[in-house]
């Protein structure tokens, strides 16, 4: 990634009427990976002193480790760190959400009202977990079988569950994109089913990923491996099958998909444990951005 510093004369206009708590050279919303690594980059290239990280959050996660906690392999404290210890020194953390961007001025606009001016932006918070797009799903996460590791506090129930089922259904999910690492759902049933197989359990537990896509992999190099782990723990996959309600009590799951016309019709289906990777969207302030 390259970014060329703009010293027109608008641009200098800008810094000079702006007060310089509130004005910097480059401006990165979101300060996870990509938004730390920019940075961190920019300041080891270039030298600038005045880059500011937006970001809410108080605490810096390694997101990809989720899976690894619902694998039992890591613990949450191995993959959380005070957000502030991980900003690149020279780099300003601003601890707000962003509410709108103002691109005709150079400027992003806080909850507080608050406005930033940049000469750069750079634009990274992540994508939006959408639970609720899953009628009944945020009603019994946490319960009755019922986890994710797409949410730090769930990955260690997703473990629990795994380690104590020694019979029954796993059901799986994956929706459709885009999602935030397309390979986390089949890891979840991966690491789980490997822990069955080492344990004498595998033959016990019928296991079946609902994908709503209609190939196991968007690349296509990928899939004779990820296939033979399918076939090696005997995983039932059904494409083009979107998870679009939970009922935890009753331990159900429906699945929106096609009959062999062509008509529209929803799949039912029973699970001792479900794993659901949960639809995903933009965040609103960038939904509604100009």
Not at 113 to 137: F, H, M
Not at 237 to 251: A, E, M, P, Q, R
Not at 254 to 276: C, I, P, Q, S, Y
């Amino acid at each position: 990634m390259e970014i060329t510093m703009d010293n027109s004369n608008s641009q200098a206009s800008l810094s000079a009427r702006t007060p310089q708590d509130t004005f910097y050279d480059v401006v990165i919303v979101g300060a996870g990976a990509a938004g730390i690594s920019v940075a961190a980059s920019l300041l080891a290239r270039r030298g600038m002193t005045r880059i500011a990280l937006i970001d809410p959050a108080k605490t810096h996660y390694y997101q990809p480790g989720f899976t690894m906690i619902g694998g039992g392999i890591f613990t949450a404290k191995q993959v959380s760190r005070p957000m502030a210890s991980l900003i690149p020194r020279g780099a300003k953390l601003i601890e707000s959400a962003v509410s709108e961007f103002s691109p005709d001025d150079n400027q992003v606009v806080l909850e507080n009202g608050q406005t930033i001016s940049y000469r750069r932006l750079v634009v990274c918070p992540g994508i939006k977990l959408n639970w609720d797009a899953v009628e009944g799903l945020s009603d019994t996460l946490g319960r009755n079988g019922v986890t994710s590791n797409y949410r730090i506090d769930l990955a260690p129930y997703t473990w629990k569950l795994v380690t104590g089922m020694t019979s029954g259904r796993a059901v799986f999910t994956q929706p459709p994109m885009p999602i935030k690492c397309a390979g986390a759902p089949q890891k979840a049933l991966y690491l789980s089913a490997d822990h069955w197989r080492r344990s004498g359990l595998i033959d016990n537990i019928d296991i079946d990923f609902y994908n709503a896509g209609a190939v196991l992999f968007g690349v296509a190099d990928y899939v004779p491996a990820l296939q033979s782990y399918m076939d090696r723990y005997r995983a039932n996959i059904h494409y083009t099958h979107n998870l679009v309600k939970v009922d935890g009590d009753n331990k159900r799951a429906w699945f929106a998909t096609k009959d062999a016309a062509g008509n529209d019709v929803r799949v039912e289906t029973e699970f001792d444990m479900l794993h659901v990777c949960p639809p995903q969207c933009a965040p609103e302030f960038i939904r509604n951005s100009p």
